[in-house]
């Protein structure tokens, strides 16, 4: 697995996770996943994603994305 693949999972996860939170006890949980959209949007146009860059210092190869 690579830091792209890793990363696009890992917001999947979060903004699936964020909609189960959120039917079970509060729909405040859904600004979870408004965090998560905003994150991936302003990856799209900056190329800065934290969540990339703990992914390399853990070991992960890159992919085309985040280099």
Same mark, same amino acid.
Do not use: E, Y
């Given at each position: ?7 696009? %999972? ?7 996770? %964020?909609?189960?939170?959120? &039917? ?5 949980? &859904?600004?979870?996943? $408004?965090?998560?959209? &905003? ?25 085309? $994305?985040?280099?």
């Amino acid at each position: 697995m690579n830091i792209d693949r890793a990363v696009f %999972s890992f917001a999947g996860f979060m903004v699936l996770l %964020s909609l189960g939170l959120s &039917l079970a006890f509060s729909h405040w949980w &859904l600004l979870l996943t $408004a965090f998560v959209g &905003l994150n991936l949007l302003q990856t799209g146009f900056s190329g800065f994603c934290p969540a990339a860059l703990i992914l390399k210092k853990l070991g992960l190869k890159s992919g085309c $994305a985040f280099n």
